[in-house]
């Protein structure tokens, strides 16, 4: 008679903690936060800006008469 108590008393536990598991669901294992989307470069930061900047501007000063350049040199 107590072994069938202790069975009943032990299925009772064991059908209270599987309705808790169910009820609190399963939770999927964390993950680590992605790494942050790269910033996009401003046209200062783009080094093809900045050597098309460079060669617009010797252009410039080539015009205005510097060395090299179509001015009145020689």
């Known amino acids: 008679m107590k072994f069938l108590v202790f069975l009943v008393l032990l299925a009772a536990v064991v059908y209270v903690l599987v309705r808790a598991a169910q009820q ?14 790269p910033r996009p470069h401003g046209p200062d930061d783009d080094p093809d800006f900045l ?12 015009d205005a008469g510097g ?8």
């Open 24 to 37: 609190r669901g399963i939770r999927p294992p964390k993950r680590r936060p992605a790494a942050p989307p």
């Open 67 to 74: 060395p090299g350049g179509t001015g009145s040199g020689t």
């Open 51 to 62: 050597r098309d900047l460079d060669r617009k501007r010797r252009q410039a000063d080539g």
